[in-house]
C-alpha cells in the first residue's frame, strides 16, 4: 500500500540495530520513508520541518520484523486469511515484512499468480510481502516448477510449503536449478511415511491415546536435503527445526561447509507436548509441540548461532478445522501477531540478548533472502518496530487481528508489547489511537 510519508523523528529511544551492533539510546529521524539519522549522535541534530515527533522515552526501536514463513488463504480460502489481513496481523505484532508460502488454490506455482500476490500487496497491505513460489507444479513434488520467470517476476525463494517433496531426484534437480538462478530453497523437512501421527510420539501421546509422530520423521528428509545442498552447492533453508536430533544434524552440515540455515518456529520455542493437555486442538501443529528437553535444545541452538532465525509458521484455521476431535482437527495456528511477544520470554529469562533476538526476527532473514530489510543504519528503509518492552499485557480473543482465532497464545500474559510499527516511514499500527 504506497502511501506518502510524512517525516518523523523519534526522540530518546533505545536503538537496537544488529547490523551496526548497536544499542543506546538516541534519536531517529526519517525522511522520504527511509533513516536519515538514528543512534546517540542524532540526540541534537533536530529534524526536518514539520516532522511528525515521537517521544521514545522508555521506548525500544528494534528493525521491523521479517517473518519467513506465514500461510495466507488467498487466493482460494480467503475465508481463514486474505493478504490484507495477514497485513494487518503483521502490522500488529511489529512484522513489516513477510513471506507468503505457495500453499494457496491455485498454488504460486507459475508467474501469474506470483504477479497477482504482488500486485494484491501493493494495492492492500500495509507491510511487505514476499511470495515464496513453488518448487514443483501444484505443490505435487513430481514436476519442477519455472523458477526463472517466477523468480523474475519477484518470487524471494521457493518452497513446498507443507509439502514435503518424497523423490531425492526431484529435490535435487530443484537445488541445481534454484542454484543456477540465485535462489534459495527452503523446505519443510517431513517424511510423510512417518508422519502419520498428531502429536509427538512419547509417553504423553500413549497416555492420550493419540498417535505420535517420531522426531525421525524430521531428520530423515532433513539429512537428505543437508546432503543434496552439499553436493549441489545450492543454497538451503530448513523451514522449521523442532527437536535436538535434527540440530546435531545441521551442526555437522554447517561443519562441512554447506550453504544452509535453519529456523524455529517460535511455538516450539515457548511450548511443548504437555501444553496439549486434554486435548486442546489450538496445539495441533505441524511439525508437533516436542519434549521440553527439545524446546531447551532449540533455545541453546539459537544462542549459540546453530540456528539462523525464527518464524511465526501463521497458519490460520477456521472453527470447522478445530472444534472437532484432537485427531480430526487441522494443524497450525495463527502467530504474527504474538512473535515478538513471546519471542521476548526468552530476553526476560536472561536466555537472549536483545540484539541476538533482533538479528533472529530481522536481520539474519534479510541477509539470508537479499532483503534490504533488517537494519536501522542511515540510508536503510524506515522498516521499525517501536516497542515498550516491559509493558504487561494479555492476549485475549478480543485482540486478536487475523481473521481466524486458532492461536496457541490465547490468554497468555506478555511483558512487552509492540506499540507502533513504522513501513517505509509511514506509521502503519499505532497503538495510541486504537
Known amino acids: ?50 516532522a511528525a515527533r515521537i517521544d521514545g522515552r522508555g521506548l525500544t526501536a528494534l528493525p521491523g520484523l521479517v517473518d519467513t514463513r506465514v500461510f495466507v488463504g488467498e487466493p482460494g480460502s480467503e475465508h481463514r486469511e486474505t493478504i490484507k489481513s495477514a497485513s494487518r496481523a503483521a502490522a500488529a505484532g511489529g512484522v513489516t515484512t513477510f513471506f507468503m508460502m505457495p500453499d494457496t488454490d491455485p498454488a504460486i506455482d507459475e508467474v501469474a499468480t506470483v504477479e497477482f500476490v504482488r500486485r494484491t500487496a501493493d494495492a492492500k497491505a500495509l507491510v511487505n510481502v514476499r511470495p515464496v513460489a513453488a518448487l514443483t507444479k501444484a505443490l505435487k513434488g513430481e514436476e519442477i516448477a519455472e523458477f526463472g520467470l517466477m523468480r523474475r517476476a519477484g518470487a524471494v525463494a ?45 509417553l504423553f501421546a500413549s497416555w492420550l491415546g493419540l498417535p505420535g509422530v517420531p522426531r525421525e520423521a524430521e531428520l530423515i528428509p532433513l539429512q537428505r536435503d543437508l546432503t543434496l545442498a552439499r553436493l549441489t552447492r545450492a543454497a538451503y533453508h530448513a523451514e522449521t527445526i523442532s527437536c535436538a536430533m535434527s540440530l546435531e544434524a545441521l551442526r555437522r552440515a554447517k561443519a562441512d561447509g554447506a550453504d544452509v540455515t535453519a529456523a524455529a518456529c517460535i511455538n516450539h520455542l515457548c511450548l511443548n507436548e504437555n501444553d496439549v493437555g486434554d486435548y486442546r486442538t489450538f496445539f495441533r501443529l505441524e511439525p508437533p509441540l516436542r519434549a521440553e528437553e527439545d524446546r531447551q535444545a532449540l533455545i541453546e541452538a539459537l544462542a549459540d548461532g546453530t540456528l539462523d532465525m525464527v518464524n511465526s509458521s501463521h497458519d490460520p484455521q477456521d472453527v470447522e478445522t478445530k472444534r472437532v476431535p484432537f485427531a480430526d482437527a487441522a494443524p497450525g495456528a495463527i502467530g504474527l501477531e504474538t ?25 539474519a532473514p534479510a541477509r539470508r533472502f537479499g532483503l534490504e530489510a533488517g537494519s536501522l543504519a542511515p540510508g536503510a528503509p524506515a522498516d521499525i518496530a517501536l516497542v515498550d518492552l516491559d509493558e504487561p499485557w494479555v492476549f485475549s480473543e478480543d485482540q486478536i487481528v487475523s481473521r481466524c482465532r486458532n492461536s496457541c497464545f490465547e490468554g497468555a500474559r506478555f511483558s512487552g508489547r509492540v506499540l507502533k510499527t513504522i513501513r517505509s516511514g509511514v506509521i502503519v499500527q499505532d497503538r495510541d489511537k486504537g
Not at 510519508?5 to 534519536?27: C, F, K, M, N, Y
Not at 512473535?339 to 536472561?350: K, V
Open 1 to 50: 500500500m504506497n502511501v506518502q510519508s510524512r517525516p518523523i523523528v523519534i526522540e530518546q529511544v533505545r536503538i537496537v540495530d544488529p547490523a551496526r551492533g548497536l544499542d543506546e539510546t538516541g534519536t531517529i529521524i526519517i525522511e522520504k520513508g527511509r533513516i536519515a539519522a538514528a543512534g546517540r549522535d542524532a540526540l541534537n541534530q533536530g529534524g526536518p520541518a514539520g
Open 339 to 363: 512473535l515478538l511477544a513471546a519471542m521476548l520470554r526468552l530476553h526476560h529469562d536472561g536466555r537472549l540478548s536483545l540484539l541476538r533476538i533482533a538479528e533472529l526476527l530481522a536481520l
Open 158 to 202: 521457493f518452497s513446498n510449503g507443507h509439502h514435503c517433496i518424497a523423490s531425492s531426484q526431484v529435490m535435487r534437480r530443484a537445488m541445481v536449478y534454484a542454484r543456477d538462478f540465485g535462489a534459495v530453497v527452503m523446505q519443510s523437512a517431513r517424511d510423510s511415511h512417518l508422519s502419520g501421527g498428531v502429536m509427538n510420539e512419547g
